[in-house]
């Protein structure tokens, strides 16, 4: 259904630190296994709401999916492979995103549900994803993968890498925000993809040979 972006979305502030609230990965692992899979943690990375980095609002609600997401999908923006790895330069780099979805693709907001920059910057991408993710109950519906955007969220990752590997700041942000979203959603780390896996294109680049990495690094930092 269409519904308009959650006021409380709206009005939670410039960026969300801290703990967040809404479901942990108690059991959504598999039964039976050592407690020891399930006890550990994943703090809320920095995530700056789209009101912090200036989005403009959605020409139409979006629409918002009564269900968890079951997948984790990764991209490469495929801009320029900018040597500014600062805050503003990620807020900017967001702005341009959203310039192109919408100005250029005729889409309704960001296709994406969050961006990593090349400085490991978290913004949030489509209006309402932050809230869906910090509740863990619902998603909002992208645009980020043909056949995909009502059951798998988004991260775009700043930068093409095709022939070069992302910044060690981008894959770090990368791996601890997959994680936090997996026990946020209860994804299992094996359920992330590439763009490739899906759909005809070269996205994400080398970060699609490094998936098993970065399921194996998400596992560990979940205790899985």
């Not at 967001?94 to 969050?114: K, V």
């Not at 910090?134 to 022939?163: K, W």
Request: aromatic share 8%; net charge positive; glycine share 10%.
């Amino acid at each position: 259904m269409s519904v308009p972006v959650p006021r409380r979305a709206v009005l939670r502030g410039a960026v969300l630190l801290g703990a967040a609230a809404g479901a942990t990965a108690l059991t959504q692992f598999g039964a039976g296994r050592d407690a020891r899979a399930v006890a550990t943690r994943v703090d809320q990375p920095t995530i700056a709401n789209c009101a912090t980095w200036g989005a403009r609002p959605p020409s139409s609600p979006v629409s918002v999916v009564q269900s968890r997401p079951n997948k984790i999908i990764i991209h490469h923006t495929a801009f320029p492979n900018t040597t500014d790895y600062s805050l503003a330069q990620a807020y900017r780099n967001s702005r341009d995103i959203q310039n192109l979805h919408m100005d250029t693709n005729g889409w309704l907001d960001s296709g994406q549900h969050f961006t990593n920059s090349r400085g490991g910057f978290l913004t949030e991408g489509r209006h309402g994803s932050l809230y869906g993710l910090l509740h863990g109950q619902t998603m909002v519906q992208g645009a980020h993968c043909v056949g995909q955007n009502s059951q798998a969220i988004g991260i775009e990752n700043d930068g093409i890498y095709l022939d070069v590997q992302p910044p060690q700041a981008l894959w770090n942000s990368l791996v601890w925000f997959c994680a936090f979203t997996c026990q946020q959603y209860g994804i299992p780390p094996t359920e992330i993809y590439g763009h490739k896996d899906f759909n005809n294109t070269q996205c994400p680049g080398l970060l699609h040979d490094r998936l098993p990495e970065l399921r194996s690094t998400v596992a560990a930092r979940l205790g899985a």
